[in-house]
């Protein structure tokens, strides 16, 4: 500013160096001659007019500057009052009325015109000194000017496509205080010009299609002009499908950092699926969006489970809350979340039955989360630490046998295991062949690794007669399939599976020469179909008569004593409703109708009872 300022009054001092250049160089001036008059220096100056232009824009650049300096202060103060009034000594009725007051004198007295003026004052300001730059530049140095034109150029380039943006991007966040002033004119101009058009129209021209149209857009323009920028883009946002309300959930999910939050989220989503305000709320919760949030939804429950930290009260009421919400807005649980359960960071939930439970409340959508589910819930009931009622409940379920046969499995070794083992094998055989699929077999060759962890010589007769029938089932299809998947799944069953086979057949003609337990995993000849026998022993076939009914203490009129009959009497406990503490109760176990108490025979049984033993009644 400084430097602009001497190229518009005169330099008298170049004056005055002339003149005393004169008088010294007088060859005369020694003989003590009066100088001539001086004349005024000031009165032969005309300033440049390019000087002229630079000072009237930087110092109205300035001028504006400091005004928008005086009104932000001024309008930061105004808030200040605005702030104490309100707010301060007064009941909350009062402080209502009060706001209200003043709401109405800042609408009254056009407040926002201050408020929107201070930006725009600014941006002229910037303007105005950068003109009076290029101009100062243009007349001193062309090397300087190149170099900033250019920069200003750049900016002036990014400054006008800002302007345009929320013209044609209504989500876009840019803007400047012209924007508003563009848009009153596109819309204002459109306005026009299909108001022509409709005129034209008018006269039998054209169909009533195009006149229709015609009178169709005059009216959305003219809606928009008399709106505004702002209420455009609100009604654009509000005709949006659902799928951003979902990408809005996900946004607010990952934003929440601790779990009573995320419980507080969760809690909210029955309610959100309710909701009136949305026509198809559910739509929120399509493909990634669901997905993301139940992954989410079950990390939370494995910190919440796996915690020795919280209480049970609480577990249990989170437990409700994300069952609540994954069936009411059908998340669905994705493979990449089962594989983190059974290989990953979310392990811990393997052994939690809760979770099992959790797991059996759900409706799947889709018949592979089914499927590994139920893989989930295998594990779960074999390598639960603790085997309460809870406990009870889901294997009773996962099984689907009674709580008689259950704790009769129990007390005979590792047959629940093998039980829990065969009810997985035929859960696989029938979910790949009714569906057909071709995936790989990563998480189902963990279920079953973990599953087959047994001593099958511990469990009961009928139970190991129905894995021999399995395992023929399963080597045929191996060896005799013509679907490659079909010969792929039964192969890794029987390669997971083997161990057991090879315990309960060692010693016998059915013990596979090929292999033994030592044989590595790696081996080759385990992914040969070939490579597995069938189990050909006579009193491992489900057809062959067992000899475990024993002699009904306490049953009225009915004496059996079967050849080899084999007498089981275990202890009464809470788990079998209906017993005497402290009494013996006899179990009466037949292969095609299970483990009854004697005492309580079914109906089945007793007719079983009667074709298949000797005896009276």
Same mark, same amino acid.
């Given at each position: ?63 504006? =500057? +400091?005004?928008?300096? &005086?009104?932000?202060? $001024? !309008? ?9 009034? /309100? ?30 003026a ?9 303007s ?51 924007? =508003? +002033?563009?848009?009153? &004119?596109?819309?204002? $101009? !459109? ?9 034209? /129209? ?51 999910l ?6 009573d ?14 909701s ?29 489970l ?30 990449r ?15 939690s ?20 589910s ?40 590792d ?137 009904p ?25 209906g ?39």
């Open positions: 500013m400084a430097v602009s300022i001497h190229d518009v009054r005169p330099d008298n001092s170049a004056f005055y160096l002339a003149n005393i250049y004169e008088v010294l160089a007088d060859p005369n001036g020694s003989n003590g001659t009066v100088p001539r008059a001086l004349g005024n220096p000031s009165s032969a100056f005309s300033p440049p007019k390019y000087a002229v232009w630079v000072n009237t824009l930087w110092f109205l650049s300035l001028a504006l =500057s +400091l005004t928008c300096a &005086l009104l932000a202060t $001024l !309008l930061q103060h105004w808030v200040r009052r605005y702030v104490k009034i /309100t707010q301060l000594r007064y009941a909350p009725h009062k402080r209502a009325r009060i706001r209200a007051f003043f709401a109405e004198g800042l609408a009254k007295l056009r407040i926002t015109w201050a408020v929107e201070l930006p725009v004052l600014l941006h002229i300001a910037f105005l000194f950068f003109a009076g730059l290029v101009i100062f530049l243009f007349k001193t140095d062309l090397t300087a000017f190149k170099f900033v034109i250019s920069w200003i150029g750049f900016c002036s380039i990014i400054y006008t496509f800002i302007t345009f943006m929320p013209i044609f991007r209504h989500d876009s966040p840019y803007s400047t205080p012209l924007s =508003s +002033l563009v848009w009153l &004119l596109y819309t204002g $101009l !459109l306005y026009l010009v299909f108001q022509s058009l409709r005129w034209l /129209t008018a006269f039998n021209c054209f169909n009533r299609a195009t006149w229709v149209r015609f009178h169709a857009l005059r009216d959305h323009y003219y809606g928009r002009f008399s709106f505004g920028m702002e209420k455009a883009a609100e009604d654009f946002a509000l005709k949006l499908p659902s799928d951003i309300d979902g990408r809005a959930l996900i946004r607010t990952e934003a929440l950092d601790e779990d939050e995320l419980e507080k989220f969760f809690s909210g989503i029955p309610s959100l699926c309710r009136v305000v949305d026509s198809y709320p559910q739509g929120a919760f399509k493909t990634s969006n669901g997905e993301k949030m139940s992954e989410a939804l079950v990390g939370f429950m494995c910190r919440t796996t915690s020795n930290l919280i209480p049970e009260s609480i577990k249990q009421c989170r437990i409700e809350i994300c069952s609540k919400a994954i069936n009411a807005a059908s998340l669905p649980i994705s493979r979340t089962f594989d983190r359960i059974l290989y990953k960071d979310w392990s811990g939930l393997l052994t039955v809760e979770f099992g439970l959790f797991l059996k409340r759900i409706v799947y959508q889709d018949p592979f989360s089914d499927y590994y139920q893989c989930v819930i295998s594990v779960i009931v074999a390598t639960a630490q603790e085997r309460n009622a809870r406990w009870f409940e889901l294997a009773m379920s996962q099984l689907g046998v009674s709580g008689y046969v259950l704790q009769s499995y129990l007390d005979h070794g047959s629940l295991l093998l039980a829990n083992c065969i009810s997985i094998c035929r859960r696989t055989i029938r979910a790949y062949s009714e569906n057909g699929w071709d995936r790989d077999v990563h998480s189902q060759s963990k279920t079953l690794k973990t599953v087959s962890r047994l001593d099958i010589r511990t469990t009961l007769p009928e139970l190991r007669n129905d894995f021999c029938k399995l395992w023929n089932e399963i080597a045929v299809s191996a060896r005799d399939s013509s679907d490659r998947r079909t010969r792929t799944i039964s192969t890794n069953i029987l390669f997971h599976i083997r161990s057991i086979y090879l315990a309960l057949h060692e010693g016998t003609s059915a013990a596979p020469v090929q292999f033994s337990t030592s044989t590595a995993d790696i081996d080759p000849i385990l992914m040969l179909p070939s490579s597995y026998p069938l189990c050909n022993i006579q009193s491992h076939s489900t057809d062959s008569p067992h000899h475990f009914y024993t002699t203490t306490g049953a009225t009129g009915l004496t059996v004593q079967p050849p080899g009959a084999v007498l089981q009497t275990v202890s009464s406990n809470d788990v079998l409703p017993s005497v503490p402290g009494t013996p109760l006899v179990l009466i176990t037949d292969p095609g109708v299970g483990i009854h108490r004697a005492d309580k025979p079914s109906p089945d049984f007793v007719r079983i009872l009667l074709q298949g033993c000797t005896g009276s009644v």
